[in-house]
């Protein structure tokens, strides 16, 4: 009920003892830089009872605000604008592509890298990303990507959610290796230096940034887990390993 789709079943399910002070409840933007009438109303609920909000901002590359420098000072933007129209928590200002469905699109790494250091430098807000992968399951394509945009956000001073495999539109094309692996590679960044990160995201960006626009979306999770039994294949994790050795050989303390 937290996340409801309509500000009436927000309402509803989450006034006075309907709900505990710890969970967390939704208002967010619309791109670019706008906001509706109900996600307005949901946080002056919010307000009301006193309830932890997040508030999310998908800025579009490619959309309204152009390419990287437009899309860097709307990161910005779009986290003032929050901070003050819907007073959350914390906030997630994550950007798209406006084809490819992701943001580990080469010329949005550098963008998003500087958005993030600009508010980390200038605000005491609590701000994390989300990466949206163009690779799915069973993929080596997968962690590079996913190695690239959470070395970039890290080292930017922001925090980061697991990533979200096969662009988050395909039904079944989420495991929890993909998670795993979110959870490594991020702990791996910790402490990393923007100059560091710089030098591993040119290492990554050629693995595949030609292959961002094809059909990578992997496997399903039933092609790759067993269902009954909840584990993954042996082929799946003989290539986590192979990519965690490759991964650690470039430099992140996996």
């Known amino acids: 009920a937290e996340d409801s789709p309509s500000e009436i079943g927000e309402l509803a399910t989450c006034t006075y003892g309907g709900f505990r002070l710890t969970d967390w409840h939704h208002a967010s933007f619309i791109s670019e830089l706008k906001v509706a009438y109900a996600e307005l109303t949901k946080a002056i609920h919010y307000q009301h009872t006193g309830a932890f909000a997040h508030n999310f901002y ?27 129209t819907l007073n ?48 799915g399951p069973m993929t080596r ?3 590079y990507e996913s190695a690239a945009y959470l070395a970039a956000v890290i080292s930017s001073g922001v925090s980061a959610q697991t990533c979200h495999p096969a662009r988050a539109l395909l039904n079944d094309h989420v ?52 269902v009954d ?12 390993a192979k990519v965690k050795e490759e991964l650690a050989a ?4 996996l």
């Not at 470039?250 to 303390?253: L, N, S």
Request: aromatic content about 10%.
């Open 88 to 135: 959350g928590t914390t906030f997630n200002p994550g950007p798209s592509h406006a084809h490819l469905s992701c943001n580990t699109f080469p010329a949005m790494i550098p963008s998003l890298s500087l958005g993030f250091q600009a508010i980390s430098r200038n605000t005491r807000e609590l701000v994390w990303s989300l990466g949206y992968i163009a690779a």
């Open 58 to 84: 998908n800025t579009i590359y490619g959309g309204y605000v152009g390419g990287a420098e437009g899309l860097a000072v709307a990161i910005v933007a779009g986290v003032l604008l929050m901070k003050a």
């Open 250 to 253: 470039m430099g992140f303390r």
């Open 229 to 240: 039994t909840g584990r993954p294949s042996q082929q799946y994790v003989d290539l986590y």
């Open 175 to 226: 495991t929890p290796m993909e998670m795993a692996g979110s959870v490594e590679i991020n702990r791996a960044c910790v402490g990393m230096s923007r100059v560091q990160a710089n030098e591993l995201v040119g290492e990554l960006l050629p693995k595949y940034e030609d292959n961002l626009d094809r059909d990578c979306a992997g496997k399903r999770y039933q092609d790759c887990y067993d």
């Open 141 to 143: 394509q997968f962690f």
